[in-house]
């Protein structure tokens, strides 16, 4: 018998003993059992699109008034140290239906609908449902996964029906989502003229510079902020209309942050820092995080955490597989050490970021160092503030702060996020820090090893291997003969680690036959940059890899140590050949910048459909005739 059927059963004796003065005493099992399944709260789970803990008035956010917002916490506990896993809508999604971290499924790459084995996996409102619940969601899925209709977890998803509890049983307690979209970076796009917040009066994140279309785009949103509050509001007054707003917890969270760049899809606060309130009734005063309403609560939470509190608060199955921790009510479970947050592709960029957290410090670890953070995107760029940037940095006028965004990047950054919550100052060579770095470092390793991180491996290569064995991504990376991912945090760390003396490691590794270590071992000579001369012959050889994303690597370190020929050439044999991973070679040729432009120019001549999206920017750039 398992130690949740324990604390069951015990609850159980505690609720019969209490029902006394409600003529109760004396029930059996069977009765108890019932008089707790009645007893059983409701869930409302309201979530909003794109904002983080900064445009939350209650949270001190500066720009903008979030009136119900702030009254619920006021009835309810204001979270302080809620984070997001995934920091973009899909990887977040695909986490919070599953109760497991994307990258432990491999569905972490943006619309990739990657399949995992749903008769081991199951959605958390399956399990609601199994436990009586009526359940309900207005209207976001986007949960990345393959094999299985997202719709086909709830009793009632439908447009036409935002507050889907009207749809349930007399008196079948019901968990509904109702999520706003009001908030969604679509909400920024187009022009800013003739906003309600004034862009006068915005305050900017210390890495943006202080220009009229950044100010512009804080001023819209700001509006779109309060238009979100809105909708919360309506969503609280339609639970006290049906007279259900002392038998509702209700849970209100954002799913993940946003929306000026450098915020929605990376990791630093404004990108993972989320408000999280809960208000929970009086009758369920047992269940409260904290001494009274209106409290704040530190208790660090993570958004994998949710699904399985939610089963929880439910008396639901919480099965093996959830990877989160309890953070609220009679099953409540132990403070975890730290929180884990992951970048992969967004759309059509490449990246792969690993960044470990507690209360006050966060570490990064960039897999993709040499691509810059700023890397164009083509619906970030409908953002005024997002070509503002630009433009302003491309005309030399930014500084070390805010034109870090559009340089390649470090290795590892270390951030103090109490005194920097805009991430700015990379404390990752103060000595005073060196021991805590150490510690997160180890910590990381750790954690990624303990969830199967399907990232170690390009995108493209991993999805090639899991098909090559009928496998799904979660099946593969959890065969240590075909994804040994202690070899390949290894493979990765040397390679990160930039150190000449590695160069022989580097050179030996481009003939393994695991391509996914000889693709580190090309990483490695690439971040040597200049010291990897001694390498060209290997690195030469290896343009004819099996696999394309060591070719690609390797071509393109060949043409930064000025065997321009030779790499150009084999990168054009690339695009006139085709190739399985164009989306990964076109992010190259971008990175190139100008060496590029050349091959650019030719095969835009020749294919002119293609000027779409990386390609187009590109040509934009490097001013690249494009065909009528």
């Not at 609601?128 to 969601?137: E, F, I, P, V």
């Not at 390797?554 to 054009?572: D, F, I, P, Q, Y």
Request: a neutral charge; glycine letters at 6%.
């Amino acid at each position: 018998m398992t130690e949740r059927t324990h604390l069951s059963r015990r609850q159980l004796l505690k609720i019969g003993s209490m029902a006394a003065g409600c003529g109760v005493l004396g029930l059996g099992l069977g009765q108890a059992q019932a008089a707790d399944k009645k007893n059983r709260p409701n869930i409302l789970w309201l979530t909003s699109e794109d904002n983080s803990i900064f445009w939350v008035s209650c949270y001190g956010g500066p720009n903008c008034k979030t009136p119900n917002l702030d009254k619920l916490a006021a009835e309810g506990f204001r979270y302080t140290h809620c984070f997001s896993n995934g920091a973009v809508c899909a990887p977040t999604r695909s986490t919070w239906i599953t109760g497991m971290y994307a990258i432990s499924n491999g569905t972490q790459p943006m619309r990739s609908r990657n399949e995992i084995p749903h008769d081991r996996i199951k959605y958390y409102p399956d399990l609601l449902r199994q436990a009586g619940y009526h359940t309900s969601n207005w209207t976001k899925t986007d949960y990345n996964i393959g094999g299985r209709p997202d719709r086909a977890c709830w009793d009632v998803l439908d447009q036409k029906k935002r507050f889907g509890w009207r749809e349930r049983r007399p008196d079948q307690r019901f968990f509904a989502v109702v999520n706003t979209t009001s908030s969604h970076e679509s909400r920024a796009h187009g022009s800013t003229e003739n906003t309600r917040n004034d862009p006068g009066r915005m305050t900017l994140h210390s890495y943006h510079p202080d220009l009229p279309g950044i100010r512009g785009s804080y001023a819209k949103y700001a509006d779109a902020m309060e238009k979100m509050d809105s909708d919360i509001g309506e969503s609280l007054a339609a639970l006290k209309a049906d007279g259900l707003h002392e038998d509702t917890i209700v849970i209100y969270c954002s799913d993940h942050g946003g929306v000026m760049p450098r915020s929605k899809r990376f990791l630093y606060s404004s990108g993972t820092h989320c408000p999280l309130i809960v208000r929970i009734p009086e009758k369920y005063k047992h269940l409260w995080p904290a001494e009274k309403p209106g409290m704040t609560v530190d208790r660090l939470v993570s958004f994998v955490d949710m699904p399985k509190t939610w089963l929880s608060l439910a008396g639901a199955e919480v099965p093996d597989t959830f990877q989160g921790t309890i953070f609220l009510g009679q099953g409540t479970e132990p403070e975890p050490q730290y929180h884990l947050s992951f970048r992969e592709r967004a759309d059509e960029r490449c990246d792969c970021v690993r960044m470990i957290r507690d209360k006050r410090y966060a570490y990064y670890k960039n897999y993709m160092p040499y691509a810059p953070a700023g890397q164009y995107l083509e619906y970030l760029w409908q953002i005024q503030a997002a070509p503002a940037w630009e433009q302003h940095h491309r005309e030399g006028k930014t500084n070390e702060i805010t034109g870090r965004f559009f340089r390649p990047r470090v290795s590892e950054e270390f951030y103090d996020t109490v005194a920097d919550f805009d991430n700015v100052q990379n404390l990752i060579e103060a000595p005073q820090h060196q021991e805590r770095i150490a510690r997160m470092r180890q910590a990381l390793r750790k954690r990624q090893l303990e969830l199967y991180d399907s990232g170690l491996l390009p995108e493209t290569m991993r999805a090639r291997r899991a098909r090559a064995h009928n496998l799904t991504i979660y099946e593969m990376v959890r065969d240590p003969k075909l994804y040994p991912l202690a070899s390949y945090l290894d493979a990765a760390d040397r390679a990160l680690a930039r150190r000449a003396d590695d160069l022989p490691a580097f050179v030996k590794g481009l003939s393994d036959p695991d391509d996914g270590l000889r693709y580190w071992a090309v990483v490695g000579l690439h971040l040597l940059e200049n010291r990897a001369a001694p390498a060209v012959a290997t690195l030469e050889k290896a343009l004819a890899d099996e696999a394309d994303e060591v070719k690609i690597m390797a071509a393109w370190t060949l043409v930064k140590l000025g065997r321009k020929e030779t790499g150009l050439a084999c990168l054009r044999r690339l695009l006139k050949e085709g190739t399985t991973i164009e989306r990964e070679l076109f992010n190259v040729l971008d990175w190139m910048e100008e060496d590029a432009v050349p091959l650019v120019r030719e095969y835009l001549a020749a294919h002119p459909k293609k000027a779409t999206n990386i390609l187009a920017k590109i040509a934009q750039d490097h001013g690249i005739d494009l065909p009528r």
